[in-house]
């Protein structure tokens, strides 16, 4: 809590450029808020009363108290910097840019990590995310917010955003599904086959301890000679993106069907054989529902691994919010990359509580079996 | 009937089952005994072929194994394991109409036998019917684990050290419960443990496996009174043999008429089923040397004499 008053105390609030590519002059905490008004100050007060509240006392109401604190005062902090850009903007030229500074961000990480210990307490995953971002979320959808130079900059780029958004998605979705069509029936025969299992393993790993940008590149080579012969592949682009990909999916999908097969009770297999299941039979209904939980829990990590792994795969021309964000680092937009990494963020932690809950469900299927 | 026919199943060089020639008879309870690698399991998984004979032949009902699909052999038999093997996504319900469900049977047929099999084990059908074996004791496990070996009415019950893993008294319960089963259905019973005393309180007949090969076979009392080898006999027990025996027969076996009865009046009668090791119990315990015995309608019918325990049938 004391960080998160020092954070604003200390560092600037904003920084205001003339134009993006300039890095801008910091602005405090008390100069901002004396621009911005005194409606987005009461609303920080107020969130910040909140907040302390469950650090005094934790109980269920406080909690609930703390979680929609945190996200008033950062939806306020959003607010005020909101503000007061629009205050700096009606004296200067339209190229200018206000942005949050360093004080906002850390102030808002702080809060967030205040408000995750106390959704931890009341233990509601999901619920706990709207108190936080929701006051944020209402700005956003009001336009309030648009005068922040992130914003601007999503207004400026809003087609090539939502083309990258969507490219992002379709790179972790085609990389998914082969990595799955591939990596589960080798899985299953790594199961059965020590041999398989000795082989496969130490493939997969060294895989995995080749960095992505040095496997990009690997692959640039082999392809584009493959590309003289097949016309459509280059060395370059969405296919050697999606092949590294799936390269990256193998192993933890693979290592998760042995693992959930692995888990499957010996005595329950006898069992089942001995009722005189067949083999398909066996595999269909016994094996494969008793595996599924930690076959889902594998493919958690593969897909939020591929949706970081994609964002690395814009080097090699394969698009994705990773475009935006090198375009970012190249311009020294920083604003640019901030666009293109918060969804990459968001997108991450959806699919993680995405397959959390598929997980719960299948478990759930399995009438709570403790395994 | 069950006829092994000079059947030897190796692993390698490994011999689990060394030339075994074994008749089994329709309904009766034959306990396969042995320490643990004797080959007793190895035994009973070749009747319902999850093991094949390397050589030899089985034949159940006078027709050979090998000729029948291991999937419609099996959903003949019922097959019991240690700790149940109950599928841990299935309710109870279901996992006991596994085999009827797999043998076609309508929905109303499989869910009047399982209702009847809760019945049958003593299971609680309101309470365990829709749940989850995690949630029995191992003794429930262990019943709905036999209950759906019994679901398709098999004729023989395969059972592979069904209650290792249960406490004395559990486990004392689930051979009763066996017992009864089996007066019951009459089916052929094939059981395998390690544990003389399961053995001696089961069987009609026991086979003692060591090494792959059957060293004896003979009903418990051949096996108390005359074991055919040093091995047998240590397999027995050596220091309570006597007292097995004892439980081996009933009260009303070695019954006299009645001689004092105003001597024995004074002690607690004792009833005519009980084994004769309950008799001496009684007569350690109130240090006399002879009981009242009654009928199960409370009437007297004579004396047992301490004399009487000691004297071998």
Redesign the interface.
Known sequence: MLLALLSLVLLPFLRHARNRLLSGQPIDTLAALGQAGSIWTACLGVGLLLVVWPLVRPTRLACWAGLLGAGLAIAAAAGAGAGAADHLAAGAASSSRTSLGAGTWLFGAVLLLIASDAARRLRYGLAGILPVFGPLAILLALGTLAPLSLLREYAAQHDAFRAALVQHILLVLGALGPALLIGVPLGIAAQRRAALRRVAFPALNLIQTIPSIALFSLLIGPLSWLGKIVPGVSGIGTIPALIALVLYSLLPIVWNTVEGLDGV?R??R?????????PA?CFLQ?DT??AMPVLLSGLRITAVQAVGLAAVSALIGAGGLGAIIFQGLFANALDLVILGALPVIALAVATDLLFRLLTTFSRA??????? | MIAFDRVTRRYGDFTAVDDVSLTIESGEILVLIGASGSGKSTLLQLINRLQDPTEGTVQVDDEDVAGIAPEQLRRRMGYVIQGGGLFPHWTVARNIGTVPRLLGWDRARIAARVLELLDLLRLDAGRLHDAYPHMLSGGQQQRVGVARALAANPSILLMDEPFGALDPVTRAELQGEIRRIHAETGCTVVFVTHDMDEALSLATRVAVIDRGRVIQLGTPLDLLTRPASDQVARFVGTADRGLKLLGFQRVADRLRPSDRPDDTARHDPISQDLPLSAALSAMVMRGCDRLEVIDAQGTPIGTIHLADLVRLA
């Open positions: 009770p005595d329950v006898i069992a089942a054989r001995g009722m005189g299941l067949s039979q016994v529902p008793l299927a399995l009438g709570g079996a403790a395994r």
